[in-house]
């Protein structure tokens, strides 16, 4: 065991090379400060990019518009191609040099395509430019949705074709009593249909429309 002695000597030695250490990274932390290069002198240097080719943005802090989506489901089997619906699509937008912004076009399944466009009024221009196309009467062709952005939706999965709208009815009201008011209206309605994987369903999305409720 170490005599007091020698554990006082052991201490101050630990303490003087702390206090060394310590004095030796602060220095670094200064030079590192001072050699630092700042953002405007980086965009002075040889070979920068310009100012006007550097993307700056700002946020006002104010809510942006929500995005939009339009829905769009073929009628039939044989127009069931994403790539040949993402062409017409594209193809349509070039032709009326549209300015829509569209943000993404995915696939649903089913062979349908999820248009999202910056603001939810680009996606009802989206839908009026598609109908108004003079080639081809499109509506007789797709089936075309945007759905609601504020109001809440109940995605039922695997309905079978053959159902019948008001037994389906019945039996959501008959375990949710909050798609109904006092005078046992219902406050739902299906707005989209999707193909399910089993051929003989379908996903339905709906609305229930719960704020009437409220």
Do not use: W
């Amino acid at each position: 065991m170490l005599s007091q002695t020698e554990r006082e000597i052991a201490c101050r030695d630990f303490h003087d090379k702390l206090e060394v250490c310590n004095t030796k990274l602060v220095e670094e932390v200064k030079k590192e400060v001072k050699t630092t290069r700042t953002f405007a002198q980086v965009a002075q240097l040889p070979g920068a990019p310009s100012h006007r080719s550097i993307p700056l943005t700002f946020s006002s802090g104010l809510p942006q518009e929500p995005e939009g989506v339009l829905l769009i489901q073929p009628k039939t089997d044989i127009h069931k191609d994403f790539n040949k619906i993402r062409a017409l699509i594209l193809r349509i937008m070039n032709e009326n040099n549209s300015v829509i912004r569209v943000r993404g076009m995915t696939k649903l399944h089913g062979g349908g395509v999820k248009i999202v466009t910056a603001e939810e009024a680009e996606s009802k221009l989206t839908k009026q430019l598609l109908l108004g196309y003079d080639k081809e009467k499109l509506e007789d062709i797709f089936e075309m949705f945007i759905p609601p952005q504020k109001d809440s939706q109940l995605i039922l999965y695997n309905v079978n074709k053959e159902m019948e709208m008001d037994i389906l009815k019945e039996g959501l009201l008959s375990k949710n009593r909050f798609l109904e008011h006092e005078n046992n209206k219902t406050h739902f309605r299906v707005e989209f249909k999707i193909p399910a994987r089993d051929k003989s369903n379908n996903h339905l999305i709906t609305n229930p429309e719960t704020k009437k409720n409220l």
